[in-house]
């Protein structure tokens, strides 16, 4: 429910921004306000999930979403701001909600392929922003469109409390929350492997958040495709991201390191990126979902096995302050990223936007490259 809080606005943009009085490239705005409220979320979220447990912090994620996205509907300038900033809150500290009650429970040698199945969540709320969220605007109208998020993520609230009241026993009233900027990430930076990790992470966040937010737009605008056939393609990206979180978990756990995995994946988002600047009008529709399922492959499959290695690697056990630091590494990237793409898109065009993510890529490709070396050095 958060992801789908998360995807829909941007998949409603072409529509939605012009009754706003703005151009549709705005759409760039709104994630970034939307991470940057979840980079100071997330790194609050260790002791959040401590004091309240883990299950009851997950559901007041939720719940921060359902208002977020009311708020959007709207269609007030200033109330989409602020919806768009209680949608980043409710979503900075889910990851490590989620990640703090795995890692306790989830057998080591199958964390990668639990973490995956859990990441699903991102791709499955993607493929509905893909696929429900614009017929439901041509049914009636955007703002409708939002609102039926909003519905769906307070029943979700409502559902989960049979599951929340199980878990009050982990609650420490005691815990303070506070905020902390920098203590996690230093702490994540001590380690040379989890400092190549994050470094290799951020070209696939930014890859991620390319194709989920500009995609649909750059599809209807360049490539001349309806919202209808370029939601759908973004479904389709989403949907292989989804079982290629499962699929790589199961390769990272069985038949290959995480960190191989790692650098597959990004060696193939970079290859889907390079296509998907070379997309024209002559493309066979055909091509354009092979392209588009490609992309969603790379730039959204590694999530379940990347994170899987950073709790696996957490300094002293610390899972929570670990992925804390990991989501604030990864908001920021998303805070920048988008910026930057639609930038580049007013300033030149969505290929050489795209094609300059192919080349991010490949640092990524170096930055897991470093870290396999670095663990190779540990384990000798």
Known sequence: MISWAVFAPP????????????????????????????????????????????????????????????????????????????????LGPATPASSHILSRVAPRQLQPLVFSIKQTGVPIGGVL??????????????????????GACLAATIITEFWTRGYARFADPSIKVRLELAGPVLIALRSPILRWMLAGCVPLVIAQYALTTFIVLYLQQDIGLSVITAGAILAAAQASGGAGRIIFGAIASRWMTPLATL????????????????????????????VGILFGAGAVGWNGVYLAEAARRAPGGDVSRT???????????????????????????????????????????????????HIRAETS
């Open 11 to 90: 998949v409603l943009a072409k529509q939605a921004l012009p009754e706003m009085g703005l151009d549709p490239a705005w759409i760039a705005m709104q994630p970034t306000i939307l991470f940057t409220a979840a980079t100071f979320s997330s790194m609050m979220s260790a002791g959040l999930v401590a004091r309240i447990n883990p299950m009851r912090a997950s559901q007041a994620m939720v719940l921060l979403c359902a208002v977020g996205s009311a708020m959007i509907a709207s269609g007030n300038l200033v109330l989409v701001a602020l919806g768009s900033a209680l949608i980043g809150l409710g």
């Open 263 to 290: 650098l597959m994946l990004a060696m193939l988002a970079a290859c889907a990126a390079f296509l998907t600047a070379s997309l024209t009008e002559s493309w066979p529709l055909a091509l354009i979902y092979a």
């Open 129 to 150: 922003a893909g696929l429900a969220s614009p017929p439901l605007m041509l049914l009636w109208d955007w703002q409708i469109s939002i609102l039926i998020v909003a």
């Open 323 to 373: 992925t804390g630091a990991v989501g604030f590494v990864i908001f920021g990237a998303i805070v920048i990223g988008p910026a930057v793409f639609g930038g580049v898109v007013e300033l030149v065009s969505f290929e050489t936007a795209y094609a300059g993510i192919g080349f991010l890529l490949l640092t990524s490709v170096f930055s897991f490259l470093r870290t396999m070396k």
